[in-house]
């Protein structure tokens, strides 16, 4: 690999890791920038004559890393409660497929386990940048999903996981099919404008990219921290969440990580005593009030305390964990619970309030 084919590779990598985490803030924009350079981002690697060995391993490990920052990001923006339940059971069921196809290598499973939380996560922040997503019924939501599931991505994973075919070396062998697929978006465009739009209610408010404010109980690190204290404890359901999450997230790139020789079992317990010891300790600080206002600064800090635990946990083990890979999960696991242990407050609130 050459030198400019390196930086460019290093570029692509940092902005799958670094641009997931303005979804919290500007949820539309930047999803949809993430879905754009998971599509292009082999194609910039040949350009540079570089085709990354596993790509498909580290194409979904990415793509888990940047779904997890959007459901977290649900925690914190989504109103609705319907919503939010439909969007968490699919992103779950996705990541279990995605572990599934790296424990197996069976390209089939991504088929029966698609990416429906993406695209369902695009439609609610369509929805929500003109409308308001609360007056939209259970029903509503699930007819969504479903015609996400069926109509779009059964046919996109099929395409791209079973049959493995690519879009530029098939335009360039059928040239017609350019053709159609023009006819095609403009018949889409025509429908819309005179079949759709005309039976959309009017618009609640003019285009909001941004999400709703925080509301103003919760809005504060300080007050997200007293509804834990209240409402939380170490052995919770919040605490089981995380550990799964973070289970699966680990798992599936411990399968990409090139020298990680663990057990997803092993990867699995580890990363649960760890979720449990960062719930114990986050909870003791809030008690103190302790807070952190700024979330980097609370991603530092506990990252700090995950460090000084697994280096008492490799002391005890004799050496056993892998330095690189060790603080890989760290930081992982580190910033997944920081966002989580904020956000789940403000989902929790609004939910509470809304039904009482």
């Known amino acids: 690999m050459s030198t400019g084919a390196g930086l460019v590779f290093v570029a692509v990598v940092a902005a799958r890791f670094l641009l997931p985490l303005a979804i919290p803030y500007f949820p539309l924009p930047a999803v949809i920038g993430c879905l754009v350079l998971d599509g292009v981002d082999q194609t910039i690697f040949q350009a540079f004559g570089y085709d990354p060995p596993g790509y498909q391993s580290y194409d979904k490990a990415m793509d888990v890393y940047y779904l997890s920052i959007a459901y977290l990001s649900t925690l914190r923006n989504w109103a609705s409660e319907p919503a939010f339940r439909i969007s968490r059971f699919l992103f779950f069921y996705r990541l279990v497929g995605a572990l599934l196809f790296e424990l197996t290598g069976a390209r089939w499973l991504l088929l029966v386990f698609p990416n429906v939380f993406e695209y369902f996560f695009i439609a609610y922040e369509t929805v929500r940048s003109r409308w308001s997503p609360v007056t939209l019924l259970v029903g509503w939501w699930m007819s969504v999903a479903g015609v996400i599931w069926v109509v779009i991505k059964l046919p996109q994973e099929w395409w791209l ?8 070396d098939e335009l360039a ?9 023009v006819a095609v978006a403009v018949g889409l465009v025509v429908l819309f404008r005179r079949a759709v739009r005309p039976r959309l209610r009017p618009p609640d408010w003019d285009w909001q990219i941004r999400p709703e404010p925080l509301p103003e109980a919760i809005d504060e690190p300080h007050e997200q921290s007293a509804w834990r204290i209240k409402n939380d404890a170490v052995w919770s359901w919040n605490t089981f969440e995380k550990a799964v999450l973070l289970g699966l997230i680990c798992s599936i790139f411990g399968e990409m990580l090139p020298d990680y020789t663990g057990s997803t079992s092993n990867l699995f317990v580890g990363v649960g005593i760890t979720v449990v010891f960062n719930a114990a300790i986050s909870l003791a600080i809030a008690r ?3 807070t952190i206002r700024s979330t980097g600064l609370a991603f530092l800090g506990r990252l700090l305390v995950n460090i000084a635990f697994a280096t008492a946990a490799n002391w005890i083990l004799d050496n056993q964990l892998d330095g690189f890979d060790t603080l890989f999960f760290l930081i992982m696991i580190s910033l997944i619970t920081t966002l989580h242990d904020r956000w789940r407050p403000v989902h929790e609130y609004r939910r509470t309030y809304r039904s009482a």
């Open 288 to 290: 103190r009030s302790w």
């Open 173 to 181: 062998e059928h040239q017609w099919v350019i053709g159609l697929l």
């Open 161 to 168: 996981h079973v049959a493995q075919l690519d879009v530029t």
